[in-house]
C-alpha cells in the first residue's frame, strides 16, 4: 500500500510539473521570474498535504524501484533547468548541469525541510523569496 501510495504521488507530481516544463522550454522566463515559479512549483507539490508527504518520504523506507524512479524525475529535471539556463544571460556558472543540480537539491531540501516540516506561523511564500534570492546569487555570481 505505502509503494502504491508513493507510485501516486510521483505520478502526480510528475503530472503536474509537465505543463510548467513545456512553458520553460517554450518561452523561457527570465531567471528571476523563472526560479520563483520553479519555487512555487515546488511548494505547491508538497503543501497539498504535508503530513502525507512527510510519511511517504521522509519517515519510510523505499525500494530499489521508487528510489530510480525519484532518481530518474531529478536527472529529467536538472536536464531541464540546465537547458533553460543555458539561454539565460548573466548566468556565470561554469557547469550548468551542477548549477541545474544546485537548484533542484536547493528546492528540494527548502520544501522538505522548510514546508512539510513547518515552523509555526511562517508563510512558505518566505522561503521562496529567500530562495530565489539565494539562487539568483549563485547563478550570477562573478567567477574567476
Known sequence: VLVALIEQHLSDATTAMGPMAAAFADTPPALEPGLRLLADGFVA??????GLHRVLFAESPHPRTIL???DA???A???AIASWLDGLPGVTSPDLQIA???VVQTLESMTHRLVIHPRDGVDPQRYVDEAVVLLSA????PRD
Open 45 to 50: 507539490l508538497h503543501a497539498d498535504r504535508p
Open 68 to 70: 530510480d524512479r525519484v
Open 73 to 75: 524525475i531529478e536527472r
Open 77 to 79: 529535471s536538472v536536464d
Open 100 to 102: 541545474a543540480a544546485f
Open 138 to 141: 549563485y547563478l550570477t555570481a
